[in-house]
């Protein structure tokens, strides 16, 4: 392909050396190795490796996959499990790993529960069906509490090893306790809209060193924005930013981005009803838009938004072992087992 | 842990600079500076003439330096902090810089941003970061709370108590600023308590009353340690009576208590008072803005300091619950100012009046019920309670 020098990704001085030196379009540099062209146009070794390189690459383009491919690479990754086999069933399996996924709803539905159920989910063993990955939780709100991973940890252990059946599991389960699960949750605490934003800078060089990492989860994208109530389009610039990054991490290194979102009331006409904060730009970020809720004393988990799957309701409940299938019988065995009347 | 790049700065990265290539000693080189959150203290450690010897710095700093230069005039960004907020290739376009310098640059702008490098959750529980204390919690006094609360007040974020008039919030709040000047064994955290009225004046016969009856209410305490405790001296009251002066108090004064460890509790009594009486109904979005700005600051309080902050709120009647409701549909009243607070509580408690009185030894009580309405770490779940001479006691369920 011939492409004018000066269309590729490097930097002014290095274009100028190579436009003084002669060099107009990438066909000019072919059967060049780096010492010649370090030589010929003054830059240096470094320099004409990369000049070489962006001129290969044709500047920095991705490389193709047919569909066939594509559809091969997705059946044979897993899905990461909520421990709600109806909302398992409703996701096809799990949450999906290479995309990202959000979960919104009101305060106290259940949305830090669900992530940190995520947590302990995304280590089960892959003879169990699980994914075996590492997880990184960014916490901006403070409500990673350590008492409550302990208890799903352990309440997911003493799940597995009454499952445990042949030889496969029973060597799995010899690794996976509640000190092991513990050791697999890298925890960060943003403060605020800064430290989040760089913290995801320097994901991509964390992700590089720790190959085993499959979920990363942000609970919650909402809090740390709301800070930047005067300056709507700088939130709206950065949330963009943010979201293209985080559809990037997912792809390039095949991990499931989980995030967590407020709601906030819409007023239209008379009638106000909630919605998903950020707003509409935001909400394009998102593969897939779980939606959390109330429905009297039920708590509903919603399908908003897939590509791939059918806009289902399921009914879940949190007991004090996590994220579980709302108990189909008469009294059932939850953490929510007295209704108030007044 | 905004960082400002001056002369000085730069200065000192150029004076051990020494030209060697070599794409390996790159990432060593940032390796280190990446993992520090201080990046400067990484600059004066190079610095030192021996350490030059041994390790010269390379190629990569002259970019990095030039690169910052670069940022710093053409981009007209002053702070590692705006940095970070621009995007790669608006730096590029901005200042000619290829794509791995702009990188570098980023990765030295986040690394000087970024609270601190990701920590397991098995070194959190073992105690290995300092700043984050794993399962410390403020316990309330009574076994019977603190069994609800499984300890009692987390130390790292807001928590609400809500209820109608009469409650008994007022009792709990002056509970918990003597509660807290107990050593750690016994469920305090060995500090006094900053409490903000902003309605009533605050209740300091019953303050004193309680203080009496201490020996009463904590049985499990060794009376030698509880004599031993001046507990008026370390409460610490303040009135504001409008928004202004509550902002100033959390701004000014309170981090200045928290800083010198004289308190480890802020109360405030009440929030919605404030936020209730100075708006109006079509001010809703000032209403909305000086909101965020107070939960923001004292979320940044809670989690700097390790403080537990209870923020007692008052309830508003439910009329209808359509079909976007915000709890379970079992209640007629609802804690007041509405989703946009409700979103930046951790914990929400909420007491409630109920019919009958309790009994204990010579003492009666109306009934009352302390509820979990959410938390990430407790269960949806009540306890009756009585409030008694000797403060808030809950009483063991019959069922």
Redesign the interface.
Same mark, same amino acid.
């Given at each position: 392909m011939r492409r004018p020098l000066s269309s590729l990704n490097l930097g002014t001085n290095v274009k100028v050396k190579l436009g003084r030196a002669g060099f107009q379009f990438t066909s000019d540099l072919q059967h060049l190795n780096p010492e010649q062209l370090s030589q010929e146009a003054g830059v240096s070794q470094q320099e004409a490796l990369q000049v070489l390189q962006a001129a290969d690459t044709g500047g920095g383009g991705g490389t193709f996959l047919s569909a066939l491919e594509l559809l091969q690479k997705e059946e044979g990754s897993r899905s990461i499990v909520t421990f709600c086999s109806q909302l398992d069933h409703a996701l096809g399996g799990g949450l999906p790993v290479g995309k990202t996924t959000e979960i919104c709803g009101v305060p106290g539905i259940g949305k830090t529960q669900l992530c940190l159920q995520l947590a302990v989910d995304v280590q089960l063993p892959q003879c169990f069906g699980g994914v075996e990955g590492q997880v990184i939780f960014l916490d901006t709100e403070g409500s990673f509490l350590l008492q409550r991973v302990v208890d799903m940890s352990a309440a997911a252990v003493r799940h597995c090893s009454m499952l445990a059946e042949d030889e496969e599991q029973q060597v799995a389960m010899t690794t996976f306790t509640v000190e092991n699960i513990l050791s697999n949750i890298f925890l960060v605490h943003c403060r605020d809209y800064v430290e989040l934003l760089a913290e995801l800078h320097l994901l991509p060089a964390f992700l590089q060193e720790r190959t085993k990492i499959r979920l990363l989860i942000i609970d919650s994208v909402t809090l740390p924005f709301l800070q930047l109530f005067d300056d709507l389009s700088q939130r709206t610039r950065l949330l963009q930013g943010l979201g293209q990054k985080l559809i990037a991490i997912a792809t390039n290194h095949n991990i499931a981005v989980v995030i967590t979102n407020h709601m906030t009331t819409r007023l239209r006409g008379a009638h106000s009803h909630l919605v998903p904060a950020l707003g509409d730009i935001w909400g394009h970020a998102p593969t897939t838009r779980l939606l959390l809720e109330w429905e009297g004393s039920q708590r509903l988990a919603s399908i908003l938004k897939s590509p791939g799957h059918m806009e289902t309701t399921a009914q879940y409940q949190i007991t004090c072992e996590g994220f579980r299938d709302a108990a189909q019988s008469e009294q059932p065995q939850s953490k929510r087992s007295r209704t108030f009347t007044d | 842990? /905004?960082s400002f790049f001056n002369a000085t700065f730069i200065n000192k990265r150029c004076k051990t600079v020494k030209p060697e290539?070599g794409?390996d000693r790159w990432r060593d080189d940032l390796g280190p500076a990446?993992a520090q959150p201080d990046y400067h203290r990484g600059v004066t450690e190079r610095s030192e003439p021996n350490r030059v010897l041994q390790n010269p710095p390379v190629f990569p700093d002259v970019q990095l330096v030039t690169g910052l230069g670069l940022v710093w005039s053409l981009a007209q960004l002053k702070s590692f902090?705006e940095v $970070?907020?621009v995007?790669g290739l608006d730096l590029q376009r901005l200042t *000619?810089?290829?794509? #791995?310098?702009v990188q570098e640059v @980023? =990765?030295a =702008?986040?690394?000087?941003?970024?609270? %601190?490098?990701? $920590? /397991?959750?098995?070194q959190?529980?073992r105690g290995e970061h300092h700043g984050?204390e794993?399962?410390l919690r403020l316990g309330v006094g009574c076994p019977v709370l603190d069994q609800l609360l !499984?300890g009692g007040l987390?130390v790292? *974020?807001v928590t609400e108590l809500s209820g109608e008039s009469g409650a008994g919030k007022t009792q709990l709040g002056l509970q918990l600023s003597l509660s807290v000047q107990y050593p750690q064994e016994h469920g305090g955290l060995n500090s006094g308590a900053l409490y903000i009225c902003t309605e009533d004046p605050f209740p300091i016969k019953r303050l004193q009353q309680l203080i009496l009856e201490q020996p009463v209410l904590r049985s499990d305490v060794p009376p030698s340690l509880i004599s031993g405790i001046r507990f008026s001296d370390q409460v610490y009251i303040e009135h504001t009576a409008d928004l202004e002066s509550l902002q100033v108090c959390l701004s000014c004064r309170a981090p200045l208590l928290l800083a010198q460890g004289l308190v480890r509790i802020i109360v405030i009594d009440s929030v919605a008072a404030l936020f209730r009486c100075e708006f109006q109904a079509d001010d809703w979005l000032e209403r909305?803005?000086q909101l965020?700005a107070f939960s923001?600051s004292l979320? %940044?309080l809670?989690?700097e300091f390790n403080t537990p902050v209870l923020c007692i709120n008052q309830v508003t009647d439910v009329f209808n619950q359509s079909? &976007?409701? @915000?709890?379970?549909?079992?209640?007629?009243v609802c804690p007041a100012l509405?989703? #946009?607070w =409700?979103?930046? $509580?951790?914990v929400?408690l909420m007491m !409630?009046r109920l019919q009958g009185m309790i009994s204990r030894g010579a003492q009666t009580s109306a009934l009352r !019920?302390l509820?979990v $309405?959410?938390a990430? %770490?407790l =269960? %949806? &779940?009540?306890r009756d309670v009585g409030v008694w001479r000797e403060g808030v006691c809950g009483v063991l369920d019959a069922e």
């Open positions: - | 842990m /905004t290539s794409p990446a902090k $970070v907020c995007s *000619g810089l290829s794509q #791995a310098e @980023l =990765a =702008a986040a690394a000087a941003c970024r609270s %601190h490098s990701p $920590v /397991t959750a098995l959190l529980q984050y794993f399962g !499984r987390p790292g *974020g909305n803005k965020l923001s979320r %940044h809670s989690h079909a &976007d409701s @915000l709890g379970p549909s079992s209640s007629s509405g989703l #946009a =409700a979103n930046q $509580v951790t929400r !409630r !019920r509820e $309405v959410f990430p %770490h =269960a %949806h &779940d009540g």
